[in-house]
């Protein structure tokens, strides 16, 4: 629940609504980063009807649903670089695997 909760850096997104502390109160941070970039590298490479996608078009797809004003677009552009780094992460973390 915690990692559902804390989503794709959705903390910002609740900082966005005036709710950061409820969320951090009632579901912490997961100490599990590896755990924690894997589910935003699922979450934001693949398109909402589960297609593939990279991290760049689906932040642009989330802006583009949302505008860069709403409290979507706002917190989406705040995690962007987040997202990217998290992405970035999985992504060696796979070249690195044997074959």
């Known amino acids: ?15 966005e609504r005036g709710l950061r502390e409820e969320l951090a109160s009632e579901f912490p941070l997961l100490e599990e980063p590896l755990l924690v970039d894997a589910l935003v ?23 583009g649903r949302y505008g860069d004003d709403s409290v979507v677009g706002r917190f989406i552009r705040r995690a962007a670089p987040e997202i990217f780094a998290a992405v970035g ?9 044997p074959r």
């Open 1 to 15: 629940t915690r990692l559902v909760a804390n989503h794709s850096f959705a903390l910002l997104e609740a900082e």
């Open 89 to 97: 992460r999985v992504e060696a973390a796979l070249a690195a695997q």
């Open 41 to 63: 590298y699922c979450d934001m490479t693949t398109t909402p009807d589960g297609g593939r996608t990279t991290a760049e078009e689906r932040v642009a797809e989330i802006l």
